[in-house]
DNA sequence: CATGAATGAGCTTTCATTCAT
DNA sequence: TATGAATGAAAGCTCATTCAT
């Protein structure tokens, strides 16, 4: 008797975020996932219930696999600015290594196709960064304004930079990047 | 005046995005924009080439009107600053009335449904603040960085604000407004 | 423009009727009725809402075309015998000649598939025979008995003869459906 | 003794006769019927060839629990209507007791789905009550008429009793068979 | 003997588009 | 210009059956 193989799962997740970032959601028909997976398309609904259970499960694979990034080397006990670099940093390199995945991660964000449920249950992975900035407004090094308006200024501006970067309008080198963490910083500190 | 065959384009373009804004691309078949416009399906193949026409036009649609909103008032010969608040309450009240088509515009940046050359076209429009923001470099009240990171901070932001708004998970009434110009002014200030 | 002809919508249900009494329900794909029709299979959904439907359809259908045989030339002054003779050859009668549809029907009494409220739908159209058996249990000719036991016992003794003389086992020819008729009249008659 | 596998073997072919009753052979897939029956969809075919194989063996078992059931207590010496009203109570009561079984073995006979070998192989263990009757026309208390039209008229019209009995329209208590049975032999004797 | 994974073929249904009027 | 009927192609999904262990 054979097991299912997570490798099987890993390749059809991969397979999925490949066809919708090159074509768009209405490109990624179950039967290419299948055959760029290399499987059956049968063979899909044995680790997935429905096409909509397969987008959502990829959504929270690749929030997930972003969080993870993003909190990577930080630790609650960072002076405020230097923990908020770091995440920042890591959040920047990811999304220009990761192209892939965070520009699939963007078209989520904005389509009405991913159950709020789902969408919801990745909020939590966020966390850290919210308490970071609670403690910087303790500080007095953070304004003292709603979250969502500090994400929108400091973090949300890397995903137009980032698409800017894919479609080869602007070059995000290292450079460049420091000139953005200098705007988003000045955009919450203060 | 508006002829009888311009209503008809109007009422196609507006099914469209209705439809499209509260379910998705993929929810938006042609025989419902049909029925939603009060046409048959084969009317819409007299105004639009294709559906991918279709919705090329519908985003060219918007993105004018939306551009023509964000620079209601202004006129070259105001202060840097004045004319950047005119221009970012512009935007953002527009975006707050006008959430249907902000959304679908939302998606249309994320989307590669859109056809580039198209995307290209309607980046023209915003040529006047791109100069404003010239202007502010020269007399040294903007940062002198590139347009891209400007824009970025100070305009993207809202989006971000906007689809929290309409989720509900954050009321953007006209105080937190000016917070939110606040922390983008503060991004590009020099 | 073309206009919906009755015409297609016969031909699907009589190839709907000829698929599912050759091979049973689960060979009548709906790509062979539409082939069998000459029609695409996307026009079957013109004309039925679903496979279901088709069925549904097919059974009101059918069972109103065997209903209105059943009562040709009958009349309500008709004496009591006299009347249930004509109804009983109207129904073997009619049985022979369209032993497609009447082996149709047959199927249909005992699946599951065909839905309640249709099934009692068609019920309605059997009442003038209920009427009779009332006015022979009135004048003392009918046994006075539950209307269900008259019915098991003399017409639907019928569909067992049919179904053997389709499948060849026993002739049913004038001779002896006389026979068959001294039967039945004998389990209800006083 | 019951071996395991034999054990198997009931236990498959009764959770196939469940679900073909509570809905119909079209909703029976071997998935559904393994799980049932609590064993892997491989294991199905183990103890049979093919899913037409399965039905088929389900339908030779219940015709024969049937017709074991039909004879039980009845000897050749019994005098003819004794005999009969034995057999036709049996028959009638283990269709009462076993309405799973008997409403399957409807189902059955008016589908093409059973091959009609063995439709034919199941026809043998009918032979006594065959027998009983030519003794009835032998001793002329039965009609010397077809056996066809003798089964139609006094054991068929039980099928349809109990089918309504199942489907709630007409309460079968011993009283009404009673009546039935009545009618029953009225048709038959001569 | 028994299994759960795997599958190719086929299912019902929908879609963007064209036809005939 | 405008229509509703019509459609081939393809979508998501299920099924009876086989594979590999």
Redesign the interface.
């Given at each position: 008797m054979r097991t299912k193989s997570s490798q099987k799962r890993e390749a059809l997740l991969e397979a999925t975020l490949n066809l919708v970032?090159?074509?768009?959601?209405?490109a990624a028909p179950m039967s290419k996932i299948a055959k760029l997976a290399g499987v059956s398309p049968a063979t899909i609904y044995l680790y997935f219930k429905s096409k909509q259970d397969l987008i959502n499960q990829l959504y929270i694979n690749s929030k997930i696999a972003f969080t993870e990034e993003a909190f990577v080397n930080y630790h609650e006990s960072m002076p405020v600015k230097k923990g908020f670099e770091l995440i920042w940093f890591n959040i920047a390199n990811y999304k220009i290594k990761q192209t892939c995945a965070s520009?699939f991660l963007?078209?989520c964000?904005?389509?009405?196709?991913i159950d709020?449920k789902i969408r919801e249950e990745a909020l939590e992975y966020f966390k850290p960064l919210l308490q970071l900035w609670e403690r910087g407004q303790q500080e007095e090094i953070i304004?003292p304004?709603?979250s969502?308006?500090?994400?929108?200024?400091a973090i949300?501006?890397?995903?137009?930079?980032l698409?800017?970067h894919k479609?080869g309008?602007?070059i995000l080198d290292q450079e460049?990047l420091k000139?953005?963490f200098k705007?988003?910083w000045?955009?919450?500190k203060l």
């Open positions: 970032n090159n074509n768009g959601f209405h520009s963007a078209q964000e904005t389509t009405p196709m709020s304004k304004i709603a969502h308006i500090l994400y929108a200024n949300y501006p890397l995903t137009f930079l698409s800017s479609r309008d602007f460049q000139i953005a705007a988003a000045d955009s919450i």
